[in-house]
Nanobody
């Protein structure tokens, strides 16, 4: 059974940085694209970034130039590095292997397995 654990969230001031980790067990990530998603209070979960099995990435316009995705297949882990954080980035962040390729912003309906518990990111002065 696939289990996903997101970590690395926290509270930062605007302009700050965080690196989120996505550790997956029960599934070998090598052959999967992985997506990052977030859900702000009162809003639907949205895809923000993804990384293909070969390392190609895609990002939502609002995070381009600020967020990067990387993967460490040896440790079955994917990272989301977030720089220049803004208050509107405040949300619970999730990751998941994708049932599709990473060619555009990931769709929350196209994940493989179940969601993890997420990690809270709060950007506030």
């Amino acid at each position: 059974q696939t289990q996903i654990v997101e970590s690395g969230g926290g509270s930062v001031q605007p302009g700050g940085s965080l690196r989120l980790s996505c550790s997956v067990s029960g599934l070998t990530l090598d052959y999967y694209a992985v997506g990052w998603f977030r859900q702000a209070p009162g809003k639907e979960r949205e895809g923000i970034s993804c990384i293909s099995d070969t390392g190609r990435t895609a990002h939502r316009d609002s995070v381009k130039g600020r967020f990067t995705v990387s993967r460490d297949n040896a440790n079955n882990t994917v990272y989301l590095t977030m720089n220049m954080l803004k208050p509107e980035d405040t949300a619970v962040y999730y990751c998941a292997p994708l049932s599709t390729i990473c060619a555009a912003i990931p769709d929350p309906v196209n994940i493989f397995g179940a969601w993890g518990q997420g990690t809270q990111v709060t950007v506030s002065s």
